[in-house]
């Protein structure tokens, strides 16, 4: 897949970001996150993993906004990789009117609530955070269209499968994208409960 094919707005914040043409993995990757599969996207760092989930996400909500609630929710491990992932993504949104939000334990809740309600297209969230504004029924996510675990090793480490499985399990027809450096059993365990059917895009150091 060339970048000639995805949305005007977001090819021409593609080619401003200096990107000519995509990495091998995002070339495997993009078609069918585009298609709306589930997917598990598995690579080493430097095979552009981050780009192509910012690339696919923009993609998939036609790089505009659209209503109040989010139609994208990426989970991630911490404030620090929340509000870094958030500065990846405005480097590809500032010609569009998406609207990304990122919420985490250190700010207040309340606040959150708040500016949530305001509209929100892309919400990077902490599973723990997540969770508390969910169940107090501050995000509505039945306009969701994908769902998201980046750097998906938090999973493993601090044992966060019960967060994650609480709100998939209140979802209707959503498409999930794992994106980790290496395969884990916890993730294809995954399958039995939300990755069904899901597609293994899996590159190693030898292939970049």
């Known amino acids: 897949m060339s970048f000639k094919k995805l949305n005007p707005l977001l090819k021409e914040a593609i080619e401003n970001q200096g990107f000519e043409a995509p990495l091998a993995f995002q ?21 552009g ?3 192509a989930l910012i690339m696919g996400t923009i ?22 990789a929340a509000l870094e992932l958030k ?20 700010h207040d809740l309340e606040k959150q609530r708040e500016e949530i309600y305001y509209g929100v297209d892309i919400l990077i969230a902490t599973p723990t955070r997540l969770n508390r504004l969910y169940f107090l029924n501050s995000v509505h996510l039945g306009q969701l269209k994908l769902f998201a675990l980046h750097d998906a090793e938090f999973l493993i480490r601090n044992n966060y499968n019960n967060d994650v499985l609480r709100v998939t399990e209140s979802l209707q027809k959503c498409q999930y994208v794992i994106i980790a450096e290496e395969m884990h059993e916890k993730y294809k365990r ?3 409960s939300f990755m069904y059917n899901a597609y293994l895009i899996k590159m190693k150091e030898s292939t970049k």
């Open 27 to 47: 070339k495997k990757i993009l078609p069918k996150i585009k298609g709306g599969a589930n997917v598990y996207g598995i690579a080493p760092k430097g095979f």
């Open 49 to 51: 993993k981050t780009t």
């Open 190 to 192: 995954l399958q039995e």
């Open 59 to 80: 993609q998939k909500l036609n790089a505009e906004a659209f209503e109040d609630s989010p139609r994208a929710l990426i989970l991630v491990r911490d404030k620090a």
């Open 87 to 106: 500065e990846e993504f405005e480097k590809f949104t500032r010609n569009t009117d998406l609207r990304i939000y990122t919420a985490y334990e250190e």
